[in-house]
T-cell receptor, first 113, second 115 residues
Framework: KQEVTQIPAALSVPEGENLVLNCSFT??????LQWFRQDPGKGLTSLLL?????REQTSGRLNASLDKSSGRSTLYIAASQPGDSATYLC????????????FGTGTQLKVEL | DAGVIQSPRHEVTEMGQEVTLRCKPI?????LFWYRQTMMRGLELLIY????????DSGMPEDRFSAKMPNASFSTLKIQPSEPRDSAVYFC?????????????FGSGTQLSVL
């Protein structure tokens, strides 16, 4: 059974700081990993999708890395802004591929002025 | 495209009543998912469809829950009869192809409260 863990559960940083969010998974036989953002009262927005053949994926100030062998992924946010405040979740396909995603419990990020 | 559209945004009902949640996926997407989110259990996949056909409903908690997708642009999730423990946020999501290969797009969710 795939288990996905995100640490820390909550994080508060001052504006402008670079930060790293962590995601760990128990079954390394995955096809890819997605990072999502969820704003309060809203649905999830897919930020980055890293295929298993890739090591990194970048979008603007966001950089996600994937290390299948160690069962870890990190989401790096550069020069954080108050607008980055949200809950960030990672998700991996259950059993490697297919349509069933297992989500982590998320990291609640607050970027303060 | 307007994205995945869900209705209603909020639903308050009494125990025993029937609840119907609605979803319009993104045009051209052939996979549709229903998720439930609670503080205790996080995000749980209830059921997913591929090309309007239910593929896996193993996440549906009980027979009180049912889902249909009569065509490529519409799906419903029905709870009958509803119970207080069904209170949660229900999300619909869609993707072009498999969620393991493509980004998943979520609707804004339906906040369900069963009194």
């Amino acid at each position: 059974k795939q288990e996905v863990t995100q640490i820390p559960a909550a994080l508060s940083v001052p504006e402008g700081e670079n930060l790293v969010l962590n995601c760990s998974f128990t079954d390394s036989a995955i096809y890819n990993l997605q990072w999502f953002r969820q704003d309060p009262g809203k649905g999830l927005t897919s930020l980055l999708l890293i295929q298993s053949s890739q090591r990194e994926q970048t979008s603007g100030r966001l950089n996600a890395s994937l290390d299948k062998s160690s069962g870890r992924s990190t989401l790096y946010i550069a020069a954080s802004q108050p607008g980055d405040s949200a809950t960030y979740l990672c998700a991996v396909p259950l059993g490697g591929g297919g349509n069933k995603l297992t989500f982590g419990t998320g990291t609640q990020l607050k970027v303060e002025l | 495209d307007a994205g995945v559209i869900q209705s209603p945004r909020h639903e308050v009902t009494e125990m025993g009543q029937e609840v119907t949640l609605r979803c319009k996926p993104i045009s051209g997407h052939n996979s549709l998912f229903w998720y439930r989110q609670t503080m205790m259990r996080g995000l749980e996949l209830l059921i997913y469809f591929n090309n309007n056909v239910p593929i896996d409903d193993s996440g549906m908690p009980e027979d009180r829950f049912s889902a249909k997708m009569p065509n490529a642009s519409f799906s419903t999730l029905k709870i009958q009869p509803s119970e207080p423990r069904d209170s949660a946020v229900y999300f619909c999501a869609s993707s072009f192809g498999q969620a393991s290969n493509e980004k998943l797009f979520f609707g804004s969710g339906t906040q369900l409260s069963v009194l």
